[in-house]
Every structure is written in C-alpha cells, then in structure tokens.
C-alpha cells in the first residue's frame, strides 16, 4: 500500500538557520507530491507540490524536488524565520477519483527560536 | 472565497455517547473527505465522497461511525457510540476532482471522550 515516511522530529532551530526535513514515500506508479504546514491554532493548508518527477514545488522561501529515483520530497529553507514555526506533513495521492485521496505522514514540529 | 466550514470547533462527552460533527465544503468542489488526525499522528482518511456518493470508506469503523453527504453538498459524521480511543481531530477536507488537486482542509473539531 501506499505510504509516507518522514523524519523523526521535533526540530528546534535558530532564525535564519537552514532547514531540511526529510521525506521518503512508497507507492506505486506516479503519485503527486504535497507538503502541508499547520500553524498553531489553524488548519491544514497546502504548503506546495509536485505533480512529476523530477519538478521542484515552491512557496514561500521554502522548496521540494519529487525525486523518483529516491523516491523522496525532502523540504528546503535556506533562512527559516520564527512565523515558519509549524507542524509539517508530507503527503502523497496516486491520482483522481478513488485514488485521490492523500496518505500522510507522521508529521514534524518545527520550532524556530529568535 | 469562503474556506471549508466545520462545527462544533471543541467537544467533550462521555464513552457511550453520541456525537455529530458537520462539515460544509467549499462551493464546486465534488470530492469531501473525512479524516482523523490522533495526536501525534498524520491524519488518517476515514470516507471520501465523490458528489453524495461514497468512493472509499475502507478505513472507516462501520460498527460506530457513520457518514452522509446530502445533495452532494453538506456532510455529517457521526459517532456513536463513542469509546476513549475516539479522542482526536476530525478534519473535513474538499476538492476539484483531478489529478495533483490540492484539497483544502477545515480547521477541525477537537473531541475528547471521558
């Protein structure tokens, strides 16, 4: 079956410090990539995505590569700032339909200190 | 544009009792999802429905959990009746149908059972 790993967490880090957050997936054919981020207090909103291999998802200074050969969609920052501190989801879909739905992982508190 | 619309935000009962929580999706979209997000985990998809039809509800306890979404658009989930593991957040989500769409999530209702 479908399935999404993602690094162990919590994160704590400095403002400005480079983030990387590590996810590995399992699932057959070509699934689209997400990540969410859900901010304390708030809902689940999308982060960014990617429909193919080998495209580069981005939004707000952060990014993710679908890499099929790994089969990973590791998260990128160069410079977080204190407001990115979240929880983070990385998701997987197979396609439309009755595959449409997402698989998430565990998720992975951030924590950014000024 | 409005976002998906969930009620009640918190509730607490006691085990064996019933509870309903109701989702309103945002205007179009065809597909709505339930999930259940335990703390400390990923959410977890309970039913989707594709217009008022339901295309998957594997993962669904049928014994205590029920779900129906009138005229396609609305949709209620009930329990009942409930046990302690039930404590989590119940998460509405809708979509576009189509391949990579992105699904937009509710901000959640909180259940504690007692």
């Known amino acids: 079956g479908n399935s999404v790993t993602q690094m162990e967490g919590p994160v704590t880090l400095s403002e400005e410090a480079f983030l990387t957050i590590n996810c590995t997936y399992t699932?057959?054919?070509?699934?689209?990539l997400f990540w969410y981020v859900q901010y304390p207090g708030e809902g689940l909103q999308l982060l960014l995505k990617?429909?193919?291999?080998?495209d580069k998802g981005s939004n707000k200074g952060f990014e993710a590569t679908y890499r099929k050969e790994t089969t990973s969609f590791h998260l990128e920052k160069g410079s977080v700032q204190v407001s990115d501190s979240a929880v983070y989801f990385c998701?997987?879909?197979?396609?439309?339909?009755?595959?449409?739905?997402?698989?998430f992982g565990k998720g992975i508190t951030l924590s950014v200190r000024p | 544009e409005a976002g998906v619309a969930q009620s009640p935000r918190y509730k607490i009962i006691e085990k064996r009792q019933s509870v309903a929580f109701w989702c309103n999706p945002i205007?179009?979209?065809?597909?709505l999802y339930w999930y259940q997000q335990i703390l400390g985990q990923g959410p977890k998809l309970l039913i989707q429905?594709?217009?008022?039809?339901?295309?998957?509800d594997s993962q669904l306890p049928k014994d205590r959990f029920s779900a129906e979404r009138l005229k396609g658009v609305d949709s209620t989930l009930k329990i009942q009746p409930a046990k302690l593991e039930d404590s989590a957040v119940y998460l509405c989500?809708?979509?576009?149908?189509?391949?990579?769409?992105?699904?937009?999530f509710g901000q959640g209702t909180r259940l504690t059972v007692v």
């Open positions: 998701a997987l879909s197979r396609s439309s339909g009755a595959n449409s739905k997402l698989t």
């Open positions: 699932a057959t054919g070509y699934p689209s």
């Open positions: 205007s179009g979209h065809a597909t």
């Open positions: 990617a429909t193919k291999a080998d």
């Open positions: 429905f594709q217009n008022n039809g339901v295309v998957d």
């Open positions: 989500a809708s979509s576009f149908e189509g391949r990579g769409t992105e699904a937009f």
